[in-house]
T-cell receptor, first 112, second 112 residues
Framework: GAGVSQSPRYKVAKRGQDVALRCDPISGHVSLFWYQQALGQGPEFLTYFQNEAQLDKSGLPSDRFFAERPEGSVSTLKIQRTQQEDSAVYLC??????????FGPGTRLTVL | KQEVTQIPAALSVPEGENLVLNCSFTDSAIYNLQWFRQDPGKGLTSLLLIQSSQREQTSGRLNASLDKSSGRSTLYIAASQPGDSATYLCAALNSGNTPLVFGKGTRLSVIA
């Protein structure tokens, strides 16, 4: 079956613009995670959903970051008033409730 | 708070050599540990997942071991090939509804 998909794959934004990143998890996967990966670093946790409920958002770096999963499937990560330090690869992963996490290809965000 | 460390940060070996990548974690109360491969500009591909009750997992030329008491995992790659060149990441999961905690990765180059 289809894996986790993310769009867009690449996004260039001018500083101050708002961006929206989309994640389509594997069908039937209850859990969805967002991670941020800076260049040369391992991914770091941003937020976690179980179905439509956002159970943990402790990793969001500022109130400019907002995530939603209104119907318990597709998720959107929104970044308002982007800054240069937001430049990174944003990875989405999904899993059954307690299981192996499967990752999408990521969205590479560059803020100029 | 779980912390994951990977040594070395980079490794270059000639084709055909057997090699070991190291991963250490500070909190031994893990649920499972995953090894991932990441090619440049790509997402994460899961290689092996070791449950906390297991000592090792094997897939083809890859073997991953887990020693919870010492807080260590190793990824053994036999008869390395140029196609194995990538960054290898390990990640610990502390419980079912928590995010993965990643190391910074080991960048492997296999020279033909």
């Amino acid at each position: 079956g289809a894996g986790v998909s993310q769009s867009p794959r690449y996004k260039v934004a001018k500083r101050g613009q708002d961006v929206a990143l989309r994640c389509d998890p594997i069908s039937g996967h209850v859990s969805l995670f967002w991670y941020q990966q800076a260049l040369g670093q391992g991914p770091e946790f941003l937020t976690y959903f179980q179905n439509e409920a956002q159970l943990d958002k402790s990793g969001l770096p500022s109130d400019r970051f907002f995530a939603e999963r209104p119907e318990g499937s597709v998720s959107t990560l929104k970044i308002q008033r982007t800054q240069q330090e937001d430049s990174a690869v944003y990875l989405c992963a999904s899993s059954l409730v307690v299981d192996e996490q499967f990752f999408g290809p990521g969205t590479r965000l560059t803020v100029l | 708070k779980q912390e994951v460390t990977q040594i070395p940060a980079a490794l270059s070996v000639p084709e055909g050599e057997n090699l070991v990548l190291n991963c250490s974690f500070t909190d031994s109360a893990i649920y499972n540990l995953q090894w991932f491969r990441q090619d440049p500009g790509k997402g994460l591909t899961s290689l092996l997942l070791i449950q906390s009750s297991q000592r090792e997992q094997t897939s083809g030329r890859l073997n991953a071991s887990l020693d919870k008491s010492s807080g260590r995992s190793t990824l053994y790659i036999a008869a390395s090939q140029p196609g194995d060149s990538a960054t290898y990441l390990c990640a610990a999961l502390n419980s079912g509804n928590t995010p993965l905690v990643f190391g910074k990765g080991t960048r492997l180059s296999v020279i033909a």
